[in-house]
């Protein structure tokens, strides 16, 4: 069996039937490029990697800020958290206080009391502040109630005396006061029962 070669005129003028004819004008070639089925095909898969980038660099930027503010939240709990055993510190030192006569010159009683103003500023400086409600009526969500007292010369449900300071952040509540309320009741039931 002979082989026979035919050999091909590829004369310039001449093109194979399957070339698409490209434009002349540079203007036309982006026309020309999608009327061809691989460049559809192709722009379509363009478009579906550009949505699924777009969704993907989204959600990592939704996970940075999550991330963000999830460890922004932990270093705050255990801001408050270590704030609340200083707040034991800062009582002992007024307890130290309330007993050495307040025009005492003794140097342990001012370093107490050096000691005892640089905590507060310390606690100043981010944001906690005490809270005194003496003479202001008495808030259930702000003070804790440890005792009742009747007392004529002030008006009801109001603090007498401040057992141990509340404090504040803002309006935040990291120690509510433990206080002594004025209880005018108690005062008309012993009166009744005599």
Same mark, same amino acid.
């Given at each position: ?5 035919? *050999? ?9 039937? @399957? ?5 002349? #004008? ?7 490029? @999608? ?16 949505? =699924? ?19 922004? =939240?932990?270093?705050?709990? =255990? ?12 009582? #002992? ?13 003794? *140097? ?31 808030? *259930? ?22 057992? =141990? ?10 120690? *509510?006061?433990?206080?002594?309320? #004025?209880?005018? @009741? ?9």
């Amino acid at each position: 069996m002979v082989l026979a070669f035919h *050999p091909i005129d590829w004369s310039p003028h001449m093109k194979p039937e @399957s070339e698409p004819e490209f434009p002349k #004008n540079a203007d036309d070639i982006p026309a020309a490029i @999608s009327t061809m089925p691989e460049c559809a095909a192709m722009e379509a898969d363009l478009s579906a990697l550009r949505d =699924q980038y777009l969704r993907l660099a989204a959600d990592f930027d939704n996970f940075r800020k999550r991330t963000a503010r999830d460890a922004d =939240q932990r270093a705050d709990v =255990q801001k408050i958290s270590f704030i609340r055993e200083l707040l034991a510190v800062v009582d #002992n030192l007024e307890r130290a206080l309330a007993v050495h006569a307040p025009v005492s010159e003794d *140097p342990l009683r001012r370093g107490i009391e050096m000691t005892h103003r640089e905590l507060l500023l310390l606690l100043h400086r981010h944001g906690i502040k005490p809270d005194d409600p003496a003479g202001l009526p008495f808030d *259930p969500h702000r003070h804790e109630a440890v005792n009742i007292r009747f007392d004529p010369a002030h008006a009801d449900h109001l603090v007498l005396e401040v057992l =141990q300071c509340g404090y504040l952040r803002g309006t935040e509540i990291i120690r *509510p006061a433990r206080v002594i309320v #004025n209880d005018l @009741s108690t005062g008309e039931k012993a009166d009744d029962a005599a």
